[in-house]
Structure formats: structure tokens, C-alpha cells
């Protein structure tokens, strides 16, 4: 089965600062990943994904995502964050053998001022 | 893609007591699929809803505790019955596909 881990509970950064959360999956078949972005009090939104293809994924709000299969990774990155970044992402991959999806722990992102 | 409606959007009950949340699709599909996050924690899955038979239910969660209708391919329903505080948690409902998951906006429970 899927498992998804995000070694970082908690990312404190200033705005306009780069900001690196960390993602990695178990799978030794074809993954699809994802990240989610949940801001308070809302549902999850989705900010990009990686199904195949190029390894560098660009996604919404200025983040992307690097596709690592030797280190069995999806990092999101975004090179100047805002105030209103400040939420909670998941990432997430799709189980083909479940058929369903399996999500990371999440990471609370806080930007300061 | 697919939208999602969810509702209540948030509701405060009494412990004991028992809550419908509602779950409505803009287009028809198989499977849809209710989570469960508790305060300041991930998503856990607690059952799959095909319509026609009978939700599948994870490891941990009971029928008894969390019975679901799925009467056609856009609507479902999640009750969380006999309510207690252990049960304050934000409640999603999903449709997945392969290629990207929709949520709705969540029901946020608080028992009291």
C-alpha cells in the first residue's frame, strides 16, 4: 500500500522568503502525487500534480513541484512566499491498489511578516 | 472536474445526539468517498460510498457509528450517530479520480 510522508509538521518563514516542503512516498510502481493546500476554515484545493512527463510541475499561486524517483520524493518549492500562503498543505498520492487516495500528515505553513 | 456542495457547513450538537451531512456532485460517479479530520491533524479516510451497495469502511470505523446512503451517482450521506466530543472534527466528502481528488468545503462539528 501507499504511504505518503511530510517530514516537516511546521514551517515558520518570513514573507518574500523561499520556502521548501518536503514530501516523500513508498512505491516501487508508477505514482501519481499530488499537493492540496487547505486554507482555514475551507476545503482542500488543489495547487498541482504529477501524473507523468516532465518532472518539474508548475502549479498555481507561483509553487512547483519536482518529481524524484531515486529519492522517491515531490518537494514543493515557491522561490517568494505571501502573508496569504499561510495555510496547511497536504501531499497526497493516488493508491492503485486501494483506489484511492492517500495523504500526508500535512504541513502548516506560516508566513511572517 | 467536479463540484462539490457540502452541508451543514457547521454545527454544534449535543452529545448523544446524531448528524446528517450532506454531500451533492454537479455530474455522476462511481464512488465517493468520506474523510474524517480531526483538529490540527491529516485526513483519515473512514469509508467508500458506491452507489448500490454497501460503503466499504476503513480499519477503525463501523457502520454503526457512521452510516452512509448512497441512493444515486451524485448524492451521499454520512451520519455520525450517538455523538460525543471525540467526534468534533471536520468532515469531508470526495470524489476521486486517478487524476486529481475534489473535495467539498467540509462540515466543521463541534459536540458539546
Known amino acids: 500500500a501507499q504511504s505518503v510522508t511530510q517530514l516537516d509538521s511546521q514551517v515558520p518563514v518570513f514573507e518574500e522568503a523561499p520556502v521548501e516542503l518536503r514530501c516523500n512516498y513508498s512505491?516501487?510502481?508508477?505514482?501519481?502525487l499530488f499537493w492540496y493546500v487547505q486554507y482555514p476554515n475551507q476545503g482542500l484545493q488543489l495547487l498541482l500534480k504529477y501524473l507523468s512527463g516532465s518532472t518539474l510541475v508548475k502549479g498555481i499561486n507561483g509553487f512547483e513541484a519536482e518529481f524524484n524517483k531515486s529519492q522517491t520524493s515531490f518537494h514543493l518549492r515557491k522561490p517568494s512566499v505571501h502573508i496569504s500562503d499561510t495555510a496547511e498543505y497536504f501531499c497526497?498520492?493516488?493508491?492503485?491498489?486501494?483506489?484511492?487516495?492517500?495523504f500526508g500528515p500535512g504541513t502548516r505553513l506560516s508566513v511572517l511578516p | 472536474s467536479a463540484v462539490i456542495s457540502q452541508k451543514p457547513s457547521r454545527d454544534i450538537c449535543q452529545r448523544g445526539t446524531s448528524l446528517t451531512i450532506q454531500c451533492q456532485v454537479d455530474s455522476q460517479v462511481t464512488m465517493m468517498f468520506w474523510y474524517r479530520q480531526q483538529p490540527g491533524q491529516s485526513l483519515t479516510l473512514i469509508a467508500t460510498?458506491?452507489?448500490?451497495?454497501?460503503?466499504?469502511?476503513e480499519s477503525g470505523f463501523v457502520i454503526d457509528k457512521f452510516p452512509i446512503s448512497r441512493p444515486n451517482l451524485t448524492f451521499s450521506t454520512l451520519t455520525v450517530s450517538n455523538m460525543s466530543p471525540e467526534d468534533s472534527s471536520i468532515y469531508l466528502c470526495s470524489v476521486e479520480m486517478v487524476d486529481e481528488a475534489f473535495f467539498g468545503q467540509g462540515t466543521r462539528l463541534t459536540v458539546v
Open positions: 460510498a458506491n452507489q448500490g451497495s454497501e460503503a466499504t469502511y
Open positions: 512505491s516501487s510502481v508508477s505514482v501519481y
Open positions: 497526497a498520492a493516488w493508491d492503485n491498489y486501494g483506489q484511492n487516495f492517500v
